[in-house]
């Protein structure tokens, strides 16, 4: 029995396995009914062997049956029945083990697992399947499956189920469909399936489902955001390019195409060095390399202003913006790039126009410190030029006093004209059209341009007789001619010849054509030409630019030739010039001609400026220059009487002075002479007033002065200019005008 067991236990054929192993109920009961059989017929024999008699023989059968019976019962029916019951019992709780393991296999699973039988119900559902439907396991199990199939699409699936189940298709593989929840919510389950078969018999379906519902929602939002992405980057303004580690474009924009002038397959696989200038290349390459190794960039994600280079070969300012990312393990560069050429046009074409600006408040700020240098100086002039006047009547004509007396009054005169330019140039200067001749203006320029310009420059006019009149401003076109002048006058710093012309011309409509900025018409022709150094085309074209200059720094502000044209296109002209290196400089300056019944009156001097005793208050605050405006009144018949101050004037009027005309300097240290000429005109309206000064505020004063309808004498005047404009001041107060 040892032997038996061990070998049962090693794994042995023995008697008890062989019993275990053919342990049917009859067998049993047939092995049970031999042991008891068997036992009675050895009690048997061994009591008629020992001759026992009765009662012995009667208490001794039992008890001899049971211990040969017992042992053997035990060895031959219990013992193999426990063992069997034993063994079911360990199968049973090895498969509840599997079955248990087999479960939670199917519940950690991330899919879905079900089996459905020959008619679609469902026979297993893991837990992950429950938690997608929304059901309990014990809810599923005897399921129809097709109730989770949404009702669109439900009579088309459960054909193929059928169809497959009765053996007329094969549907391993995957593929993907919705479900429905309990909730009512739709998920898409990708799915794939085996046929089940018993003995070649298809008994139902085994699939595994893995819900991919956020996969397609996340695969819709990619392509979602990938559509608006390429819809952002095709219609995009800037030129978006895409390249790699190896410095290779690839993707780029239409705006790309555009900006650099290439088409997309030709972009596409181009070295990104070849839209950079020479300069750039080898820089960014350097720093391609130096972020691989590194992963440092300096410009990333910054904005830089740099050159980009066209199909054309055309170098153009870009704004550039770079960052990397990585895809599948793979690094990847993106640049936006703004053509700038524009906005840098704009910004060069703003610091120019603010160049102008700073250039025109300086110009400002100097023509207000010229106009009060101009009225202090012509305070000066007007005391000198005066009292030479008045000296000059008084000496003999052919003595030497006169020649010097003269002398000083042109001196004046020149002084006079350079302060009339600093006054024209600071804009201080009435603008004031009158009828003049063009011959005798040039004809009273010629002593003055002659000193200007130096002995070592010939002077040559040619003036036509009867030249026909302009309507101009007699300042501004002294300036014109002035201006010209001393443009020659450097164009010859070796000395040579200046000739002026002038001639009446008609301008024929063909003519015009020819002539930028001209018109048809009567003109005066004023012709200004020198001998000297001349000048390119490209300068020529850019001479009345403003601050334009071809002279060295220091000797020239470029505004000479400016001032000119502007003042010769405020009458309605127009100025070309005409020139060549080596052969000297030809302006021809036109203006338009008065042509009609209005004639140029003559001046008319001498006893007709005289006064018959009207009376004058004269109020200036320079000693010399009312002084000498006192004795040259007087002398010509006004009688006067004079004031420094504004106060001082106004006690006279209180102290019973009346008088036919005012003269006052508009700047007092008091008040003004605008003060007091309004209130002198409100003592008596019929007072007329003249101003007199170095010069006058177009803004501010000029409006006022013509509104008022008060005269206006600019300083330094000569003895002819006062009487002249007392004369006209007295009349017109008395025509009431």
């Not at 008699?53 to 029945?81: E, G």
């Not at 139902?204 to 980057?233: A, F, M, N, P």
């Amino acid at each position: 029995m040892a032997d038996d067991w061990k070998g049962r236990k090693s794994g042995a054929d023995g008697p008890w396995d062989r019993l275990r192993q053919n342990g049917s109920p009859l067998r049993i009961i047939l092995i049970t009914a031999a042991s008891v059989f068997l036992a009675e017929a050895l009690v048997m024999v061994v009591i008629y062997a020992a001759g026992l008699t009765y009662p012995l023989n009667v208490i001794l059968d039992p008890a001899i049956l049971m211990i040969v019976l017992v042992p053997s019962l035990y060895f031959f029916l219990f013992r193999p029945v426990l063992e069997m019951v034993r063994m079911r019992r360990q199968a049973e709780r090895e498969l509840k083990q599997e079955r248990d393991n087999f479960q939670k296999y199917l519940d950690i699973a991330g899919v879905m697992v079900l089996v459905l039988d020959g008619a679609g119900r469902i026979k297993l559902m893991n837990k992950r399947g429950c938690g997608i439907l929304g059901y309990s396991e014990r809810e599923l199990i005897g399921m129809d499956w097709f109730r989770f199939v949404p009702e669109r699409m439900r009579g088309e699936v459960r054909a193929v189920f059928n169809n497959l189940v009765g053996g007329g298709s094969e549907l391993e593989g995957y593929f993907e469909n919705p479900v429905l929840t309990r909730a009512g919510d739709e998920r898409t389950i990708l799915w794939h399936n085996i046929i089940l078969r018993e003995g070649g018999v298809i008994t139902g379906v085994l699939s595994s489902g893995e819900d991919i519902t956020e996969r397609k929602r996340t695969e819709r939002t990619l392509k979602e955001s990938e559509r608006r992405y390429r819809q952002i980057h095709n219609t995009a303004f800037d030129a978006m390019i895409v390249s790699d580690t190896g410095d290779r474009i690839i993707d780029c924009n239409p705006s790309a195409e555009a900006i650099f002038g290439y088409q997309r397959d030709e972009l596409i696989g181009m070295e990104l060095v070849r839209l950079m200038p020479e300069q750039y290349r080898q820089r960014h390459k350097e720093g391609v390399k130096w972020f691989l190794d590194t992963g440092v960039s300096t410009i990333q994600g910054k904005v830089v202003e740099i050159e980009g280079l066209r199909k054309n070969r055309e170098v153009f300012p870009i704004e550039l913006v770079v960052n990397s990312f990585t895809i599948g393990g793979e690094i990847n560069f993106t640049g936006t790039i703004r053509d700038i050429t524009e906005r840098k046009r704009s910004e060069m074409e703003k610091e120019r126009l603010q160049a102008r600006i700073n250039q025109a408040q300086k110009m400002e700020a100097i023509g207000r410190f010229a106009g009060g240098i101009a009225h202090d100086f012509n305070n000066v002039l007007t005391a000198i030029r005066g009292n030479a006047e008045l000296a000059l009547e008084d000496a003999e004509r052919s003595g030497p006093l006169y020649h010097r007396l003269d002398g000083i009054i042109l001196s004046v005169m020149l002084a006079s004209k350079l302060t009339k330019q600093l006054l024209l140039f600071s804009r201080n200067h009435p603008f004031e059209l009158v009828l003049l001749d063009v011959n005798k203006v040039i004809e009273d320029l010629l002593i003055i341009i002659t000193r200007l310009i130096g002995d070592e420059v010939s002077v040559r006019t040619e003036l036509e007789p009867g030249v026909w009149p302009v309507n101009a401003d007699e300042g501004s076109l002294e300036q014109v001619i002035m201006n010209l002048a001393v443009n020659a006058r450097d164009a010859m710093p070796g000395g040579g010849g200046l000739f002026i012309k002038t001639e009446s011309v008609v301008v024929s409509p063909g003519d015009s054509m020819l002539m930028p900025g001209s018109k048809p018409g009567e003109m005066v022709r004023i012709t200004v030409r020198d001998t000297g150094v001349g000048m390119e085309k490209e300068v020529a074209e850019r001479i009345f630019e403003p601050f334009f200059t071809t002279k060295e720094p220091g000797k020239g502000t470029g505004f000479g030739l400016a001032v000119v044209y502007g003042i010769v296109r405020q009458h309605g002209g127009w100025i070309s010039v005409e020139s060549a290196p080596g052969k000297g400089t030809t302006f021809l300056v036109y203006m338009p001609a008065l042509i009609g019944d209005r004639r140029l009156e003559p001046d008319r001097g001498g006893g007709v400026l005289d006064g018959k005793g009207e009376r004058v208050l004269l109020v200036e605050d320079d000693f010399k220059a009312r002084d000498f405006a006192k004795t040259a009144l007087q002398e010509h018949g006004y009688a006067v009487a004079e004031a420094s101050i504004v106060k001082d004037a106004a006690d006279i009027f209180e102290n019973g002075g009346v008088f036919d005309l005012v003269i006052s300097d508009m700047a007092l240290p008091d008040r003004t002479g605008f003060d007091l000429a309004e209130y002198a005109v409100a003592r008596n309206p019929k007072t007329a007033v003249v101003l007199t000064g170095g010069f006058i505020d177009m803004k501010t004063q000029w409006p006022v002065l013509v509104e008022k309808g008060y005269a206006f004498l600019q300083k330094p005047y000569s003895i002819g200019g006062l009487l002249k404009t007392v004369k006209t001041a007295l009349a017109e107060r008395r025509e009431g005008r």
